[in-house]
Nanobody, 117 residues
Framework: QVQLVESGGGLVQPGGSLRISCAASGIIFRDFHMGWYRQAPGKQRELVAQISTDYKTNIVDSVAGRFAISRDNTKNTAYLHMNTLKVEDTAVYYC???????????WGKGTLVTVSS
């Protein structure tokens, strides 16, 4: 069964750190570009970070210098490392995988990150 399962979300204080994970199954993970998106209450889903099959990364300006993305092909898992979290980072974070050959995209169900004191 093809699926992406996010984990690691939760409540964190402003200035804190969190690492969320995306475990993939049913796909050849090394052939998929991975991405993290987020959707805050009342807002549209937006791109946060991407990592290609050859480990090139793209981090959007709003989180650059605070967030990082990585992947471990031996564990079929992608990660989003979040530091110096702000209240405005509060959102549901979604993992996405895009097939490098045909562009097919898969989505996870999301994990909630709440930044609050």
């Amino acid at each position: 069964q093809v699926q992406l399962v996010e984990s690691g979300g939760g409540l964190v204080q402003p200035g804190g750190s969190l690492r969320i994970s995306c475990a993939a199954s049913g796909i050849i993970f090394r052939d998929f570009h991975m991405g993290w998106y987020r959707q805050a209450p009342g807002k549209q889903r937006e791109l946060v970070a991407q990592i290609s099959t050859d480990y090139k990364t793209n981090i959007v300006d709003s989180v650059a210098g605070r967030f990082a993305i990585s992947r471990d092909n031996t564990k079929n898992t992608a990660y989003l490392h979040m530091n110096t979290l702000k209240v405005e980072d509060t959102a549901v974070y979604y993992c996405s995988a895009a097939d490098r050959f045909n562009g097919m995209r898969i989505w996870g169900k999301g994990t909630l990150v709440t930044v609050s004191s």
